[in-house]
Every structure is written in C-alpha cells, then in structure tokens.
C-alpha cells in the first residue's frame, strides 16, 4: 500500500503577530513554527495504517522554503518512510487552489492509495486543499474524520456533523481523508527515532516543476480585527488581581 | 450579481442556517435563487425560485451526487456566486463546486467589504481581506456571522431530476451519547483550555467551580485529549451554554469556542496571551499564569 500524508507548516498560535510591509501577510521573522495542529493527526493516522498493513509506505509532503523541513522531520521521526519537500520561497502568496494543484500533480502518477490531510489549516482555516487535490485526482474525499479504520481496499470514516452528530460512510480505495481534531493521540517522536529519521530520504522539487496554475483569490490585505470587544484588562501581582477580580464579581454579577 | 443559495437539511428537518444564507445575500442586495435537497414539507419560507432535489433519492449525503445537482442549478439560474455555510456540508461540498466552475472559494466569510470579503486569519487574531479573481466565484459564510432573513413567503419550486452518482456510502447517523451534565442548565461555568498545560490542572479548574457553586466546562482540545470527558465540552461540536458568570482559564477563544459560551451574561477570562482572541468577547481578561490564579482564587474564596 502507497500512502501520502499532506502536511503544512504553521506558526504558534500564540504569537504576535506583524503585518509584513507588503500589508498582505505577516512578517515571518520572530515566529515559532509548529505542524498544523489537524495535520499531526493526519501524521498520526497515516503511520497506524502503516503499521496495521504490512509492505506500506508512506510519504509525507509539505510545500513551503526550507524552515518547512523541520516539520518534515518531526513526522518522519513520527514514522514517515521519506519526505517531500515542494520547494516554494513564497508559498504564503499561494491560494489553496495553487497548493492543491501542485499536490495533485506530484501524487498524479504515483498510485497512492490513500491520502490524508488535515480538514483544514489553522492559519488560514479555508478547509480547502484536501478536497480540491481529491477532485483533481478524480478519487473520494471523505472529511471531517473523526475516526477511521481501513480493511480489504475500502475506507471507513466517522465524519463529525455539528451539535454531537456523526455519520458514518465509505468508500472504496484509492480514496483522500481529511483529519479533525481528536481523531487519534498523536504520537511523540522517541529519541531513537528522531535519530533514525536523520538517515531517512528528504527529497527537494521546485514547486514550479509542478505547478502552472494561476491564482484564483486574491489577498487584499491582512489587518487586525477592530477592536469589538471592551474587555477591561487587568495585569499585575496575582494576589492583587485576586482581590480585583473578586471586586468586580461582586460588583457586576449576582454570584457572589 | 446573481447567487445560488445552498440551503441546509438534516435528519428530516430544513437547518435554520438556510436563513444565514438569504439574509448575506439580502445584504449583498443580490438577485438570488436557492437549492436545496430536502423533502417538500421542510422548505424555506422565501419569496424566491427554489431547485429540489428530493431528499429520498438524493440522500442526505452524497457529495458527488449533490454537486452535480448544484451545478445544474447553478447553470439554470444562471449563477455567478454559489453560496454555501461554513458546515460539514459547506466544507465538503463547496471545492468541489469550485473546481468544476473553475471558480475561486473564499471560505469563512464573516463580513462583506466594499472591495471584497473579511475572513479571519490565525484563530481571528487577524482578518483578510480578499476577492476573486475568476468570473465566478464560490463563498461559504462563517456559522452565525450573517443575521437570519426574515422567514415570509413560500418559494416557486422546480423540481430536478436525479441520475445516480456516488463515491462514498452513507452508512448513517450517529449521536454522541448525552452525558451526566447538562451544562446548558448551569449557572456558573469554569472551563479549562489546553492552557492549563497538563492533565492533573484540570482538577484546579474543578476546585475553582466548585468554590463559585458552579459546574466545570472545558475546550475541545482537552476533551480529545482525554484531561476530562465530552459532555463538559463547550462549543459547536459540543454544548451551548449561557450561564450567568463563564471563566474561561487558558482558551484562547477559536470561533467555535465562541458560538458555544458568547451568550454568557459575565465572562472573565484569564489567559498569559493580552492579545487572546477570548478578548473580544470577555468583561475581564486576567493576564495571569492559570496555574498561580486558579489555586489563589480558589483559596481566597474558600477563606
Ligand atoms: C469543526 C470544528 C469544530 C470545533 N468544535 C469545537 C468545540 O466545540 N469547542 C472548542 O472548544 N473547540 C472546538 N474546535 C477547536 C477550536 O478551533 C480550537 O482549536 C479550540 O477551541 C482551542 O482550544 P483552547 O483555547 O483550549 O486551546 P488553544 O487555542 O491552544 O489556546 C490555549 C490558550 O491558553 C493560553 N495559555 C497558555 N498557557 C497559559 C497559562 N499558563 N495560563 C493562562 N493561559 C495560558 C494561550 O495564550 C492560549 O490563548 C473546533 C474546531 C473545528 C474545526
């Protein structure tokens, strides 16, 4: 069995963020980079099928300028069998339809029989790519997952609904998966596999080797929200802020 | 502009989501026609041409199907703009659609600009401005971002014809089992996020809900990380609450936390992040470590 797994490389959520001079993306600089948080399920999911299916394997891609080979290492100490990296200094200015485009011309030939992604990026959070690259391949894209288990070429998916609600289909193989949070627990690489993964294969293609589409969107501009909200902010001494915040209780709700 | 309005149909029932949809293109002040697969006793009350696909033979889920149902509407509206929700069914369906009209998607719209469409970038901390640069285009709204259209009229329906397509195989439903509490009844919720940091945290987070007399809630990440069970989680894929005081301690306030917990009278947050989009929707923002105020908190108003 030939797996892909489509991985993006993010910045921490919790980071300030800087409009970049070209006031249409922030500046990159300063910024801890992480795996998209629903893509290390993806990881996670693609490397239990490995194991479950014997002769499998797996590859992990991820297009983006060189800092995404940190993120391509982690998943082959995940246990990845080799990793791609579409070379791409300037993926952010990329509309998902350029991505997947590029995904879908990579994976063309290469008969994967499954693909996961996660459902979407947190980034962005357009929830695209997965979708559009199984499109592009003419396959099914079951997403949302929420559960999976595979047997005998055919896929089953628990995809999440709203309000506590699943449904459960299938689909026979070659099929693409997008993963949601909670699908699996993603696993920590061990040491021993973090060194492993140093002698595995990281293969480098130009992005323009692959894609020739053109942009579909276009980014006007990026900016902070204005501001809606008139949450009053309180720093300091924890013990002080104790003492105001039991104020404040008293003063403006009846729970105390 | 002209739009094809997707509408939403669930377990027998027409979604009120479809209304989102009616009153973002009221707004646009945009000629529109709708599609929905449903049964014909569960349509929306609209002055406005509606293609049915019925629902027993289209089935509730059926992407491959549905799309090529939307397409042929979209085609006899003569649609430039096929509008979707941001939902398992808008998300799934919405590129698939796209691609086939070779049309741009810009996803998660919560506001319409007068150059283009707001959507939020890294968990709402920013907001993107875009448009497309294809003759058509594809847009799902963010769940709740739109206010509802009026529900008056009755719409002229052309019925369409369906030809058997499937990819995937609808097995069926299934609901989480209702827990033991039923957080939409609290008065006082104290939640835990994944900013708590460990496992063994959320047992302060429990202490400090009961020193208020309230019950303890919590974001998704700690549900499916196991730290406490799912009928505590608050959010869209979890319960709406709306109790009188909601302590948010280290969650940062992604949007579907927000749709579950925004109807709180009092809302108070502590989190190390000034910056937390949990701001927008918070009386008081403590910035503190979780870790030091909960058990401080907790003691002071135990003492
Ligand atoms: C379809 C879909 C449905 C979803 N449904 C839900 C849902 O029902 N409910 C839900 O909650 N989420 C849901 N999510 C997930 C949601 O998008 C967020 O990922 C999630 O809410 C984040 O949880 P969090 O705030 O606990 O974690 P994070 O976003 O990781 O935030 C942690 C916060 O803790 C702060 N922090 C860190 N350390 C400390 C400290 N020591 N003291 C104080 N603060 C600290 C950080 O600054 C940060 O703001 C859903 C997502 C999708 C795509």
């Given at each position: 069995?030939?797996?892909?797994?489509?991985?993006?490389?993010?910045?921490?959520?919790?980071?300030?963020?800087?409009?970049?001079?070209?006031?249409?993306?922030?500046?990159?600089?300063?910024?801890?980079?992480?795996?998209?948080?629903?893509?290390?399920?993806?990881?996670?999911?693609?490397?239990?099928?490995?194991?479950?299916?014997?002769?499998?394997?797996?590859?992990?891609?991820?297009?983006?300028?060189?800092?995404?080979?940190?993120?391509?290492?982690?998943?082959?100490?995940?246990?990845?069998?080799?990793?791609?990296?579409?070379?791409?200094?300037?993926?952010?200015?990329?509309?998902?339809?350029?991505?997947?485009?590029?995904?879908?011309?990579?994976?063309?030939?290469?008969?994967?029989?499954?693909?996961?992604?996660?459902?979407?990026?947190?980034?962005?959070?357009?929830?695209?790519?997965?979708?559009?690259?199984?499109?592009?391949?003419?396959?099914?894209?079951?997403?949302?997952?929420?559960?999976?288990?595979?047997?005998?070429?055919?896929?089953?998916?628990?995809?999440?609904?709203?309000?506590?609600?699943?449904?459960?289909?299938?689909?026979?193989?070659?099929?693409?998966?997008?993963?949601?949070?909670?699908?699996?627990?993603?696993?920590?690489?061990?040491?021993?596999?973090?060194?492993?993964?140093?002698?595995?294969?990281?293969?480098?293609?130009?992005?323009?080797?692959?894609?020739?589409?053109?942009?579909?969107?276009?980014?006007?501009?990026?900016?902070?929200?204005?501001?809606?909200?008139?949450?009053?902010?309180?720093?300091g001494d924890v013990a002080d802020l104790v003492d105001q915040v039991i104020g404040i209780l008293k003063e403006k709700t009846a729970v105390l | 502009m002209k739009a094809l309005l997707v509408g939403e149909y669930r377990e027998g029932k027409l979604l009120e989501t479809t209304y989102e949809l009616i009153g973002f293109a009221q707004q646009l002040k945009a000629e529109f026609e709708l599609f929905l697969v449903a049964s014909e006793d569960q349509l929306p009350q609209v002055e406005a041409k509606l293609y049915l696909a019925d629902v027993n033979e289209a089935k509730e889920y059926n992407p491959a199907l549905h799309k090529q149902l939307i397409l042929e509407a979209a085609e006899k509206a003569g649609a430039d703009t096929i509008v979707f929700i941001h939902s398992s069914n808008g998300w799934d369906l919405a590129p698939r659609v796209a691609l086939a009209l070779s049309a741009a998607q810009i996803s998660e719209v919560v506001e319409i600009k007068e150059d283009g469409y707001l959507l939020p970038a890294c968990n709402a901390k920013l907001r993107r401005t875009v448009k497309a640069a294809t003759g058509k285009q594809v847009i799902t709204l963010q769940a709740g971002a739109f206010m509802p259209a009026e529900q008056s009229g009755a719409p002229q329906v052309e019925k369409l014809s369906i030809t058997a397509t499937a990819q995937t195989e609808f097995l069926g439903y299934e609901q989480a089992e209702a827990g033991e509490v039923d957080l939409g009844k609290a008065e006082i919720i104290v939640s835990a996020g994944r900013g708590v940091g460990k496992p063994e945290n959320v047992a302060m987070i429990e202490a400090l809900a009961k020193a208020l007399g309230g019950e303890y809630g919590a974001s998704r990440p700690v549900v499916d990380a196991g730290w406490a069970p799912h009928d505590r989680q608050v959010g869209t894929t979890g319960q709406t609450v709306s109790p009188k005081l909601y302590v948010a301690c280290g969650i940062s306030g992604a949007i579907q936390h927000l749709a579950g917990m925004k109807k709180s009278e009092f809302v108070l947050a502590i989190n190390t992040d000034k910056d937390a989009p949990i701001g927008e929707v918070a009386d008081v923002l403590v910035v503190a470590d979780i870790k030091q105020f909960a058990p401080a908190l907790t003691a002071k108003l135990e003492g």
């Amino acid at each position: 069995m030939n797996i892909l797994v489509c991985i993006k490389q993010v910045p921490d959520m919790e980071s300030r963020f800087k409009v970049a001079a070209s006031g249409t993306w922030f500046e990159e600089s300063d910024l801890a980079w992480r795996i998209n948080e629903y893509d290390e399920f993806a990881i996670e999911q693609a490397v239990q099928l490995k194991t479950e299916v014997s002769g499998a394997d797996l590859t992990v891609l991820s297009i983006g300028p060189a800092r995404v080979k940190e993120a391509l290492k982690k998943a082959l100490a995940m246990g990845c069998d080799r990793a791609v990296n579409l070379v791409d200094e300037a993926a952010h200015e990329k509309d998902s339809f350029q991505i997947a485009s590029a995904i879908a011309a990579f994976a063309k030939e290469k008969n994967f029989d499954l693909i996961f992604t996660g459902m979407q990026s947190q980034d962005r959070g357009s929830g695209q790519v997965g979708v559009l690259v199984a499109e592009m391949l003419g396959i099914p894209a079951l997403t949302t997952a929420v559960e999976f288990a595979y047997a005998d070429n055919s896929v089953t998916v628990r995809r999440e609904l709203e309000g506590g609600l699943r449904a459960a289909i299938k689909a026979s193989t070659p099929a693409l998966v997008s993963c949601q949070l909670g699908l699996n627990t993603p696993r920590y690489p061990t040491l021993p596999n973090i060194m492993k993964a140093k002698r595995k294969e990281m293969l480098e293609i130009p992005v323009a080797d692959l894609l020739k589409e053109e942009a579909r969107l276009t980014t006007l501009s990026l900016a902070y929200p204005e501001k809606k909200g008139s949450a009053q902010i309180l720093e300091g001494d924890v013990a002080d802020l104790v003492d105001q915040v039991i104020g404040i209780l008293k003063e403006k709700t009846a729970v105390l | 502009m002209k739009a094809l309005l997707v509408g939403e149909y669930r377990e027998g029932k027409l979604l009120e989501t479809t209304y989102e949809l009616i009153g973002f293109a009221q707004q646009l002040k945009a000629e529109f026609e709708l599609f929905l697969v449903a049964s014909e006793d569960q349509l929306p009350q609209v002055e406005a041409k509606l293609y049915l696909a019925d629902v027993n033979e289209a089935k509730e889920y059926n992407p491959a199907l549905h799309k090529q149902l939307i397409l042929e509407a979209a085609e006899k509206a003569g649609a430039d703009t096929i509008v979707f929700i941001h939902s398992s069914n808008g998300w799934d369906l919405a590129p698939r659609v796209a691609l086939a009209l070779s049309a741009a998607q810009i996803s998660e719209v919560v506001e319409i600009k007068e150059d283009g469409y707001l959507l939020p970038a890294c968990n709402a901390k920013l907001r993107r401005t875009v448009k497309a640069a294809t003759g058509k285009q594809v847009i799902t709204l963010q769940a709740g971002a739109f206010m509802p259209a009026e529900q008056s009229g009755a719409p002229q329906v052309e019925k369409l014809s369906i030809t058997a397509t499937a990819q995937t195989e609808f097995l069926g439903y299934e609901q989480a089992e209702a827990g033991e509490v039923d957080l939409g009844k609290a008065e006082i919720i104290v939640s835990a996020g994944r900013g708590v940091g460990k496992p063994e945290n959320v047992a302060m987070i429990e202490a400090l809900a009961k020193a208020l007399g309230g019950e303890y809630g919590a974001s998704r990440p700690v549900v499916d990380a196991g730290w406490a069970p799912h009928d505590r989680q608050v959010g869209t894929t979890g319960q709406t609450v709306s109790p009188k005081l909601y302590v948010a301690c280290g969650i940062s306030g992604a949007i579907q936390h927000l749709a579950g917990m925004k109807k709180s009278e009092f809302v108070l947050a502590i989190n190390t992040d000034k910056d937390a989009p949990i701001g927008e929707v918070a009386d008081v923002l403590v910035v503190a470590d979780i870790k030091q105020f909960a058990p401080a908190l907790t003691a002071k108003l135990e003492g």
